[in-house]
């Protein structure tokens, strides 16, 4: 699987709906789901692991949890799913995935870690990975980062997702951890250079072409997750430079595949709002996006959206896009 550039997982926000939408905006991008605890199919909606649809792949399975054995029935449930990896997040600081003892606070604890590794191995023949933080509270980013990954590793486990960060647990907030720790992308360099038989993707901050370029020179890949919620057209300039694609849907076509999408959803039960709250930001930086975000303001709400006057405000964004770019 090319893993040179991947959507984050993010919960709240890397449903099947947005996923659907980027979609239609990227057909190469490595795609995540949001974090799933092992509990909640174990014990609660087994019909989780079938929130996907074929066109999504190349697409990862993000797992929560610290109990081997449920980790492993998990992995041996997805065996009968399309999904192209199973990640174990090892990176999330919020207090409750904490005071479960998972996501980011596993950091501490490399011996649950590989035996949780070891029993997701033994039960699928798809690739295991982790996504991991530099370190956590005051741990030391150097010694003690080097000898976490050359533990995973004697498991067998080849590819990290690493955020630049450390996870500040109990002081920081889980927004906080993502904007005060400061980057360090060339720890993560470092990384590469001390275990370059590993395949180690970069996260964190980074949200241009630019930025993704130059880190590709020296890690496997590159994963963005907010900017990409926030601007999700931006998809396209990536595709184009990362993935040589030729040709690019416009905006009003990105839409028009969603609202055929959302039609068939609402029938189905579906809130609209679920759906078209992922395109807030779709007409980011355009003429116009003051209205595209007022129609959904005013309308997403309902269950029944009116599609007519999406595609309404939709002819008067992209008519001043082109009245724009006559003038220029």
């Not at 040709?247 to 999408?261: F, H, I, M, N």
Request: charged fraction near 25%; charge should be neutral.
């Amino acid at each position: 699987m090319d893993r040179s550039f991947c959507i984050a997982p993010m919960m709240a926000r890397t449903d099947k709906h947005f996923r659907y939408l980027v979609r239609q905006l990227t057909k190469k991008a490595v795609l995540f789901t949001e974090m799933i605890h092992t509990n909640s199919i174990l014990f609660g909606n087994r019909n989780k692991l079938d929130d996907y649809f074929q066109i999504e792949n190349p697409i990862v399975l993000q797992l929560g949890g610290n109990d081997p054995e449920s980790l492993s029935k998990v992995c041996q449930m997805a065996e009968n799913y399309n999904y192209d990896e199973i990640n174990l997040n090892l990176g999330c600081p919020s207090p409750k995935v904490k005071s479960g003892n998972f996501g980011a606070a596993l950091m501490n604890h490399p011996e649950i870690v590989q035996r949780c590794l070891v029993a997701m191995q033994e039960n699928s023949s798809k690739t295991i990975s982790v996504k991991i933080r530099l370190g956590i509270n005051d741990n030391d980013i150097d010694e003690s980062l080097d000898d976490f990954i050359y533990q995973l590793s004697e498991t067998g486990i080849k590819v990290f997702y690493v955020h630049a960060r450390k996870a500040i647990l109990d002081k920081l907030s889980p927004k906080d951890n993502r904007e005060i720790p400061p980057l360090n992308y060339a720890r993560v360099k470092k990384l590469k250079q001390d275990f370059p038989n590993l395949e180690i993707i970069i996260n964190g901050g980074i949200t241009k072409v630019e930025e993704i370029n130059n880190h590709l020179k020296f890690c496997d890949g590159v994963m963005i997750g907010r900017s990409i919620y926030q601007n999700p057209y931006s998809l396209i300039e990536i595709e184009k430079e990362i993935f040589n694609t030729k040709s690019s849907p416009t905006r009003e076509q990105v839409v028009e595949k969603l609202l055929e999408y959302a039609d068939r959803e609402v029938k189905l039960g579906t809130k609209i709002n679920h759906i078209m709250r992922h395109t807030v930001g779709l007409y980011h930086g355009q003429v116009g996006s003051k209205e595209w975000k007022r129609y959904l303001s005013d309308n997403m709400m309902a269950r029944d959206s009116d599609f007519q006057k999406a595609k309404h405000i939709m002819t008067i964004v992209q008519n001043n896009e082109k009245a724009i770019q006559a003038n220029s």
